[in-house]
């Protein structure tokens, strides 16, 4: 029985499931034959019905990524644009007679650099889509090529639902297979239109290198005849024809570089609404709060009277440095910009001489930033370039002459940048004689943007520094008096890092006004990242120059958080210790050192391993000679910590006396009341006994010793000693003020006058003013203060009487 039942039943299960399927199919299927079936035979439904289901899955996620489609709009739609920049630049390339154009072909490389890197972006993504469409190609391959799909069953039911499950499966198959294809041919065109430009743009970038190598032997020959023996006939172009030329390709360079930097713009755009709306919150603050805001803006010449063109002046100078290679025209139309609203800012607040030096810098910049543009030479450009020489050296003599002579302050250095001035401009002259037009026009350009790119870093630094003077003038409270922030001593503070900002700024501007930038930028690069070796250690310039850059920012941040706090903590309205924030200087700069240390270790990438050589090796040098050092250090971090001493505390250690300035990691700064400075060691601040007036408040109690003569009514005395000190409001009553008899003297009866004063800075001033109402209401009650008397006894003691002398009778 067993042994049919589950045969039996196999059979009856297997008819069941084909019924359900032909139910489901709602009709009976026609039978088509196909040709991918070789074979006849008995199969397994089961697994069939598995791998139909799977092929099926795998299909419909083929079908889902061919149906999402691979985007290529943007490329297509880029690839004639890039086809026509490399044909102009092919054509800007085999100009001719140009001489003055490095900043010209630098702009060329920078946009085919960018070609390059776009068309690396494109290649990288269509080899992405491409490697998926082989990978659906590959997959149907492999759906085709299962032997198990064509082996039919002999069942006529069976053979029947095989076949209609295989036709379904070719439809898909087939479908599948032409769009993949379709999708292949479209990525293998837009790849070859890809590969083309960028064999191009490879072939023209190393034409224009090779440009640009041969221009430096260009500029340094004899280019064109002596000035005297020249005539239009030496130059292949008109002055017209130069002039269209120019035209015509600052246009489109101008229109290229605009379209392909809008991240920049909206950034320049931000950064001058952000300061704009910064610096405008503060003035209207300053208007809306402070009793006296004029002697605020007093100090400040340039925020208050044009916020738009400060911002303005700030958002270009930054936006200016972010952009990468920016063609000559549009780089010259931001300086244009730039020298114009910085004499607007400077107009009020500038000598006249020194403002019509700056107007006919001004006119210079015009005109050498137009003849800058011209990619041909003419003999009307290089007549230009000569009087534009004469004209520069002659204004920048007359008005060296002005500095020498006036008494007016004008910018720091103002001599040496005329004098510089001056001699680039005579320079300039000789070269255009002897025929090096190409260096002559280089610096003349580079001298004119020079000067007043110098002058216009002074403006810069100025409204940084005005617009943190205004905001922290804003914020502060109200009192009524005059501003007490001396914008002259923040200027002071900062000096050496804003001059060290402000010089390398301008080095940079200068490199690029005479077109060496690029080549300084390669060889620090070469420089500072080429690995060198010292025995078995390898190390870079680079990462040592990272190191000490950060480390110095560290320096500067510690100061500048140092500063801010102990001006916050003077001025703040509050006495109690808990609220001073200077009490925690020292633990900021430490945290700032350490921080700054770390991050300088882990920038410049030097190893653990290597600290900690380094750290033994100070470790040796501790037990020979660092202990004080350490010491200092170590007492330094515990003043820290414990806080027995605070910035801001009235102290006695030994025989000098003053109050805590400023307590640094290694010594303390004291300031004694005849206005010396005191440098104390942090450890003689643990070792020695120091007497700390204002450890846990700022309370004084102060004592009198005054004597009055024997005879006055002691009662009357004591009564007017309380009058004098129980009714000043600048006396604590707790604890409350004390009058005792002290002492019986010889001459006197002394009292001792006990009271609190609750600011220890009034303490003398309060003495002296209770000493003089003393002596006033004594005066005025008729009570006498003794003074020591003594009687003088002279005795003379017992003398002969005086003979006379006696007469010579022999005269």
Not at 113 to 139: A, F, H, M, P, W
Not at 762 to 782: A, C, H, I
Request: glycine share 6%; charged share 20%; net charge positive.
């Amino acid at each position: 029985m067993p042994k049919i039942f589950f045969p039996l039943l196999a059979l009856f299960c297997c008819l069941l499931f084909t019924g359900q399927l032909n139910a489901q199919s709602g009709k009976k299927k026609k039978i088509v034959a196909d040709t991918s079936i070789t074979a006849k035979g008995d199969t397994s439904l089961n697994t069939f019905i598995d791998r139909v289901e799977y092929y099926t899955n795998a299909f419909n996620q083929m079908n889902a990524v061919l149906t999402k489609g691979f985007d290529t709009t943007a490329i297509s739609q880029d690839l004639p644009n890039i086809d026509l920049t490399v044909k102009y630049i092919q054509k800007g390339t085999k100009v001719e007679d140009r001489s003055n154009t490095l900043r010209f072909l630098y702009s060329l490389r920078d946009i085919l650099t960018r070609l390059e890197d776009k068309l690396n972006l494109y290649q990288k993504t269509l080899s992405g889509y491409n490697d998926k469409l082989v990978t659906i190609q590959n997959g149907l391959i492999q759906i085709k090529q299962d032997q198990f799909l064509k082996i039919a069953p002999t069942d006529s039911i069976l053979n029947a639902e095989y076949r209609e499950q295989m036709k379904g499966l070719n439809l898909k198959w087939a479908r599948i297979d032409a769009l993949n294809k379709q999708d292949m041919r479209r990525i293998g065109v837009l790849q070859s239109l890809v590969v083309a430009n960028y064999i191009q743009v490879t072939n023209y970038k190393e034409r224009i290198n090779l440009e640009l190598r041969n221009f430096g032997m260009r500029a340094f020959s004899k280019e064109y005849p002596y000035l005297w023996q020249s005539s239009g006939k030496d130059y292949t172009k008109s002055f017209s024809d130069a002039w269209d030329t120019t035209v015509k390709t600052s246009i489109q360079l101008l229109n290229y570089y605009f379209l392909t930097n809008w991240g920049t713009h909206i950034f320049g755009l931000l950064i001058f609404i952000s300061f704009y709306s910064w610096t405008l919150l503060s003035v209207r603050k300053i208007r809306l709060l402070k009793s006296e805001p004029d002697s605020i803006f007093n100090q400040a010449h340039y925020i208050p009277e044009k916020p738009l063109l400060s911002a303005l002046l700030i958002s270009l100078f930054i936006t200016f440095f972010l952009y990468d290679h920016p063609p000559v025209v549009f780089m010259e139309i931001i300086m244009l910009v730039l020298i114009i609203a910085t004499g607007l800012l400077v107009r009020k607040t500038w000598p006249k001489q020194l403002f019509r030096f700056w107007i006919i810098v001004l006119c210079l910049t015009l005109v050498a930033g137009l003849s800058n543009l011209f990619l041909l030479v003419s003999y009307t450009d290089r007549i230009i370039v000569f009087l534009l020489g004469i004209a520069g050296a002659g204004a920048g003599w007359q008005f060296l002459q002005i500095l020498k002579n006036s008494k007016n302050s004008y910018p720091e250095k103002s001599v040496l940048f005329v004098k510089v001035f001056v001699a680039v401009q005579l320079f300039s002259i000789f070269c255009n004689i002897i025929g090096r037009f190409s260096l002559a026009k280089m610096f003349l350009v580079a001298s004119v943007l020079g000067i007043w790119q110098a002058m216009s870093l002074v403006i810069f630094v100025r409204v940084l520094m005005e617009a943190v003077f205004l905001q922290l003038e804003s914020s502060k409270e109200n009192s009524g008096m005059p501003t007490y922030f001396d914008f002259a001593l923040l200027q002071q503070r900062f000096k050496n890092v804003l001059n060290v900002i402000a010089i390398l700024l301008w080095l940079i501007l200068l490199a690029g006004n005479l077109n060496i930038l690029d080549a300084l930028y390669d060889f620090a690069a070469d420089l500072l990242t080429q690995t060198r070796k010292i025995g078995g250690n390898e190390f870079t310039y680079g990462s040592i120059v990272v190191f000490v850059l950060v480390i110095w920012a560290a320096t500067i941040v510690s100061k500048a958080v140092s500063y801010f706090f102990e001006f916050a903590d003077y001025h703040s309205t509050s006495k109690s210790k808990k609220n001073k924030l200077s009490s925690s200087i020292l633990l900021i700069k430490l945290a700032i050192f350490s921080i700054g240390f770390l991050l300088a270790i882990t920038a410049s990438g030097i190893p653990m391993e290597k600290i900690t050589i380094i750290l033994g090796a100070l470790s040796v040098g501790i037990g020979f000679g660092l202990q004080t050092i350490v010491n200092n250090l170590v007492s330094g971090i515990i003043l820290a910590v414990e806080k027995p001493v605070e910035v801001g505390d009235v102290i006695e250690i030994g025989t000098k006396s003053g109050t805590v300035k400023e307590m640094g990691i290694r010594a303390s700064k004291i300031a004694t009341a005849d206005g010396s400075e005191i440098i104390v060691p942090n450890g003689d601040l643990l070792s020695q006994h120091l007497t700390n007036w204002t450890l846990s408040n700022n309370h004084r109690r102060v004592e009198l010793i005054i004597g009055v003569a024997y005879g006055s009514d002691l009662k009357v005395v004591k009564d007017l000693f309380h009058q004098i000190i129980d009714n000043r409001e600048d006396i604590m009553q707790d604890p409350k003020p004390m009058v005792l008899i002290h002492y019986l003297n010889s001459s006197s009866v002394d009292f001792r006058i006990l009271f609190w004063v609750e600011d220890i800075s009034n303490w003398v001033n309060l003495k002296s003013q209770v000493l003089s109402d003393v002596y006033e209401v004594f005066y005025r009650e008729g009570i006498s203060l003794p003074f020591p008397q003594s009687d003088v006894y002279i005795h003379y003691p017992d003398q002969p009487a005086v003979q006379e002398p006696k007469e010579d009778k022999g005269e």
